[in-house]
């Protein structure tokens, strides 16, 4: 799927509007998404909700996975395993995608989310269904 074709999506996406996630780069097999801290993505003790975190994994690994995909392609998240490793707040967060798999029906993305000063968040592992 062409980069262009990506942002695009990603600028209609009302969810993606919600909770700030945006581009920062794509390339073959790769994505890098990022988002700001808000306070309507904090838990009640004033850190990222966890879901919020696993909102920004989905996204990146979802369009790791595009990036494969031919313009008219189709993409589900069929599965997402992440592990949390440290609880943060009052900074931005960006996640790095790469896909390890990509089969005719599903593919794997690996999913690092990381604080702006690099403090490792959290690990995900994608796995999307695609048409």
């Known amino acids: 799927m062409k980069e262009e074709l990506q942002r695009e999506m990603a ?3 009302p969810y993606f509007d919600h909770l700030g996630i945006e581009i920062v780069e794509v390339s073959e097999g790769y994505a890098k998404l990022r ?3 808000k ?3 904090a838990h ?3 850190y990222f909700h966890g879901g919020a975190i696993a909102s920004l994994a989905d996204a990146t690994g979802v369009n790791a ?3 494969l995909l031919g313009d ?3 993409i589900a998240t069929l599965e997402m395993k992440i592990n949390y490793f440290v609880s943060v707040k009052n900074v931005a967060l960006y996640a790095e995608g790469k896909v390890v798999h ?3 029906r599903f593919a794997v993305a690996d999913v690092d989310v ?3 000063n690099d403090e490792f968040i959290a690990k995900a592992i994608v796995t999307c269904a695609i048409s």
């Open 35 to 37: 988002f700001d801290f």
């Open 102 to 104: 990509k089969g005719k």
């Open 72 to 74: 008219d392609g189709k």
């Open 114 to 116: 990381k604080s702006m």
């Open 11 to 13: 600028k209609g996406t």
């Open 65 to 67: 996975v595009m990036t």
């Open 44 to 46: 009640p003790f004033g």
């Open 39 to 41: 306070d309507q993505l």
